[in-house]
């Protein structure tokens, strides 16, 4: 009985025997695929990415087009910069002001980059980057003309729609005549042509419209008019992983100096704060008559934000 069962097992280790190499073998063949996965994986991380930023092309000098329909400007520059710092190969496109959101929620684009304020609306629908420029609003009109930010109820007044000039007017101004338009363009078209007696404007575009030959009669009308939503970002949809990139990018910019470089070449200085100070200085000074507008009073603000911010 002993022996039959012995060999019974013997048996079955003569058959087992076999079964546990070819076990051993999958074993040893699964365990050496662990790593070609997770080298796979790294060289996909490693891989460039392919991002789709949105724009909107009549906003200058941040993002507007050339003579030959090419996008170009501050933003547009950034972009650039960002991109290569992250190894990415980027397509700016252009897109309507009033489809930027919709069209990231949407997912026809990954990003948008267009002036755009970082408001408390805004941050309810879409994920902003670390803000990388600041400014303020400003109100034009004809020179000449004594109308101020406080006369003007009743009043034909000019604005882009969903910007936070547009939004203070209504939040603040609601009794004036609010006309709303959808590019910064049209809004300076109705303004030279007559048909509004003011514009609220983002300060920067403004003074730089105020330089061209078309606003060579209007000039800003009182002082600078700070808000809490002046930080301008670039928009991401929520949770996208890319936010976290573009704000490592945008920190390693200004750490080797391509962000004071860029900002330079626009505004006359090296940075943010310091290209708000130069367009109250100089933008203001060469298109605002002396006593309309207290350019010192707008330095020691910009100076006041200046220190607190540090």
């Given at each position: 009985m002993i022996t039959s069962m012995t060999s019974s097992i013997s048996k079955k280790a003569l058959w087992l025997a076999p079964l546990s190499a070819a076990m051993l073998m999958l074993t040893a063949c699964n365990n050496s695929s662990a790593p070609t996965e997770s080298t796979e994986t790294d060289a996909a991380t490693d891989a460039p990415l392919n991002i789709k930023i949105a724009t909107e092309s009549s906003y200058k000098p941040f993002s507007y087009t050339d003579a030959d329909g090419k996008?170009?400007?501050?933003?547009?520059?950034?972009v650039d910069a960002l991109c290569a710092q992250m190894k990415a190969e980027c397509e700016v496109i252009s897109?309507?002001?009033d489809g930027l959101i919709p069209g990231l929620n949407a997912q026809k684009f990954d990003?948008?980059?267009?002036?755009?304020?970082?408001?408390?609306?805004r941050k309810e629908v879409v994920e902003f980057s670390d803000p990388y420029f600041h400014?303020?609003?400003?109100?034009?009109g004809?020179?000449?003309d004594d109308i101020s930010v406080d006369g003007l109820k009743g009043q034909p007044i000019a604005s882009q729609r969903s910007t936070v000039a547009s939004q203070y007017l209504q939040e603040k101004h609601a009794d004036s005549d609010i006309k709303l338009y959808d590019t910064q363009d049209n809004a300076y078209l109705d303004l030279t042509s007559g048909r509004v007696r003011a514009m609220m404007s983002d300060k920067v575009t403004g003074i730089d419209w105020l330089k061209t030959e078309a606003g060579k009669d209007y000039e800003v009308k009182g002082q600078e008019i700070s808000t809490s939503d002046d930080a301008m970002g670039i928009a991401f949809r929520k949770g996208d992983p890319l936010v976290a990139k573009f704000n490592k990018a945008l920190a390693e910019l200004k750490d080797n100096g391509?962000?004071?470089q860029i900002t330079g070449s626009y505004f006359g200085t090296s940075s943010t704060a310091a290209a708000q100070k130069a367009v109250a200085t100089e933008g203001v000074k060469e298109v605002v008559d002396d006593g309309n507008v207290d350019a010192n009073a707008v330095i020691a603000k910009e100076e006041q934000a200046e220190t607190a911010t540090n």
């Open positions: 996008l170009i400007g501050y933003e547009i520059e950034l897109q309507d002001w990003a948008a980059i267009a002036g755009m304020s970082i408001t408390p609306e400014t303020g609003i400003i109100l034009i004809k020179k000449g391509t962000y004071d």
